[in-house]
């Protein structure tokens, strides 16, 4: 069994929505984390009423990645799933604005990037 599973919202072969379906159908509590590049307010609260656990911005690169591994290291270790406090930060073009963004994700804020 899978520890978690992840899962566009676009699949090629249709909806990462029906897969989330297929899977609560046989097990109600696997997480399942469903990504897409498309506005999470457009899709988040179908989303959640089918069951996802989470739900994340795949435009997100690498900070995805620290996610996903941070989440399934959260449900080995039995901790509480993460919550993600967002908040809006302007910067100027010249800042290193990723890597606070980076440092912020670990502390469980999501900083919503804004050049000025």
Do not use: N, W
């Not at 899978?2 to 249709?14: A, E, K, R, S, Y």
């Not at 901790?79 to 604005?97: G, I, R």
Request: with cysteine; net charge negative.
């Amino acid at each position: 069994m899978p520890l978690v599973i992840c899962c566009d919202l676009d699949l090629p072969d249709g909806s990462g929505m029906d897969f989330l379906d297929e899977v609560r159908a046989t097990d109600k509590e696997l997480p399942f984390i469903l990504v897409s590049c498309h506005d999470k307010e457009d899709y988040e609260q179908e989303a959640k009423q089918r069951g996802a656990t989470l739900c994340m911005d795949k435009m997100k690169g690498m900070l995805l990645q620290d996610m996903l591994v941070r989440y399934a290291y959260r449900q080995l270790s039995g901790e509480k799933a993460p919550t993600f406090h967002k908040l809006l930060f302007v910067h100027a073009e010249d800042t290193s604005a990723g890597v606070l963004r980076a440092a912020m994700l670990q502390k469980d804020f999501d900083l919503i990037l804004i050049p000025s």
